[in-house]
Structure formats: structure tokens, C-alpha cells
């Protein structure tokens, strides 16, 4: 196998591996929290990313923002971003079955796309569009 295969096939497998992570979550989460509340779910679900992801980053010297308003900016991305969405996942899924999470996670490029075009009045490309409905 040549170098770019290798490395063809290697983004392949990452990627895959991205899809069942992702995929699997609703399942996940619904098995979690059977036996925690949400909210105790997603804050352990936050320290372990947060401690597999910092290595990462420290390892390949990621580069932290450098001006107040990039840790702002930071701040709010990961609050919003990351940790409100795992809050609320973890609190919804004890509320609701795992197929419609599964149903409202595959709906996020969707939404995404159509909270894009509020901001930026420029609706996505139509491949990406097909790309929305095969996710969902």
C-alpha cells in the first residue's frame, strides 16, 4: 500500500470512528442515564472529554487565543457549544426515547443550515443539502 493509500484509508477510518461515536451517543446516554440523572451524566461525560481531548492538544501544541476577545469567543463556544449541549442531551434523553434523539441529532445540519441562512441571508450549496438529508 502506497503512502497516500495509507493515509486515504487512515482519514476513512477516523472517520467512521467519528460516525459511531456520534451515532452511538443517544444509546449511550440512554444507558447512562438509567442509572444517573442527566445532569450527573453530562458532567461526567465533560470531564472525561476534556480529559482525553487536553493530551491531544497539548501534545500537538495547539495554539490558545492570544487577545481577550479570543478567550471570550472561546469561553462562549465551549459553553454553548459543548457543555449546554451535553446538559441538555443528557436531560432530554431521560425524558424521551432514544430513536427520537437520534431523530433530533440527525436533524442539526437541517437546522443548521436554515439558522446559516437567518445570519448570513445566503442559503448552503445544494450539495450540501444532500449531504443534510443523507445524515438524517
Given at each position: 500500500m502506497t503512502q497516500r493509500a495509507a493515509?486515504?484509508?487512515h482519514v476513512y477510518l477516523i472517520a467512521i470512528?467519528?460516525?459511531v461515536i456520534w451515532g452511538g451517543s443517544p444509546a449511550a446516554t440512554?444507558?447512562?442515564?438509567?442509572?444517573?440523572?442527566?445532569?450527573?451524566?453530562?458532567?461526567?461525560?465533560?470531564?472525561?472529554?476534556?480529559a482525553l481531548?487536553?493530551?491531544?492538544?497539548?501534545?500537538?501544541?495547539?495554539?490558545?487565543?492570544?487577545?481577550?476577545?479570543?478567550?471570550?469567543?472561546?469561553?462562549?463556544?465551549?459553553v454553548i457549544g459543548n457543555i449546554a449541549y451535553?446538559?441538555?442531551?443528557?436531560?432530554?434523553i431521560e425524558r424521551t426515547s432514544t430513536i427520537h434523539a437520534a431523530l433530533i441529532i440527525a436533524s442539526?445540519?437541517?437546522?443548521?443550515?436554515?439558522?446559516g441562512f437567518?445570519?448570513?441571508k445566503k442559503w448552503p450549496r445544494p450539495l450540501w443539502w444532500v449531504g443534510?438529508?443523507?445524515?438524517f
Open positions: 493515509s486515504k484509508l470512528l467519528g460516525i440512554k444507558l447512562a442515564v438509567q442509572s444517573f440523572d442527566g445532569f450527573s451524566v453530562a458532567i461526567l461525560r465533560t470531564v472525561f472529554a476534556a481531548v487536553l493530551p491531544f492538544a497539548l501534545v500537538k501544541k495547539l495554539p490558545l487565543p492570544i487577545t481577550r476577545s479570543g478567550w471570550v469567543t472561546l469561553g462562549f463556544a465551549s451535553v446538559i441538555l442531551f443528557s436531560i432530554g442539526a445540519p437541517i437546522f443548521t443550515g436554515l439558522i437567518s445570519v448570513e443534510a438529508a443523507v445524515a
